[in-house]
T-cell receptor, first 112, second 113 residues
């Protein structure tokens, strides 16, 4: 079955440290992939997306993600965490129809 | 563009009452999605429309839930009668191109007492 898995429901990093949020998908055909961020009491906002072309995708707020077909992964990274990055992050995939399949989310906490 | 607009932003009602949530998608978008988010179940797709036609309502939990999209600029999600377990944040999202990103509204926080 086609699915999206996010490893780690909670991740804590120190301010200024590397942020790494993991996402893997299950599908025989590479999907379109997305990372969304949700701040408290707000809707989901697109951080970045991969459809075709360059496998390293840059998004807003200094985030980037790399699509690795061999690993069926689309991990999200940011070189230096900022307090304002504290939020919940969702990985999502489109497997060829109108729907997005979302992961269960990762809550990112930044330690001062 | 104003983005996806949802109303009301907060709704508190008593069990058994009818609740109607409203959504105005981004102009020009062909697809509209209704989601529900809870701590226990995360983000769930309830139903989605393409060109105002319901395509997949398999996520609608019960017959108490219904959704309509009478035109390209308006959709409603109705719960009748409401129950405490319906308490959640309900999001509407719209999309422009099949397979492309979805744009989310701010959500409606529903509390059923």
């Amino acid at each position: 079955a086609q699915s999206v898995t996010q490893l780690g429901s909670h991740v804590s990093v120190s301010e200024g440290a590397l942020v790494l949020l993991r996402c893997n998908y299950s599908s025989s055909v590479p999907p379109y992939l997305f990372w969304y961020v949700q701040y408290p009491n707000q809707g989901l906002q697109l951080l970045l997306k991969y459809t075709t072309g360059a496998t390293l995708v840059k998004g807003i707020n200094g985030f980037e993600a790399e699509f690795k077909k061999s690993e069926t992964s689309f991990h999200l990274t940011k070189p230096s965490a900022h307090m304002s990055d504290a939020a919940e992050y969702f990985c999502a995939a489109n497997f060829g129809n109108e729907k997005l399949t979302f992961g269960t989310g990762t809550r990112l906490t930044i330690i001062p | 563009d104003a983005g996806v607009i949802q109303s009301p932003r907060h709704e508190v009602t008593e069990m058994g009452q009818e609740v109607t949530l409203r959504c105005k998608p981004i102009s020009g978008h062909n697809s509209l999605f209704w989601y529900r988010q809870t701590m226990m179940r995360g983000l769930e797709l309830l139903i989605y429309f393409n060109n105002n036609v319901p395509i997949d309502d398999s996520g609608m939990p019960e017959d108490r839930f219904s959704a309509k999209m009478p035109n390209a600029s308006f959709s409603t999600l109705k719960i009748q009668p409401s129950e405490p377990r319906d308490s959640a944040v309900y999001f509407c999202a719209s999309g422009r191109i099949r397979g492309d990103e979805q744009f989310f509204g701010p959500g409606t926080r529903l509390t059923v007492l």
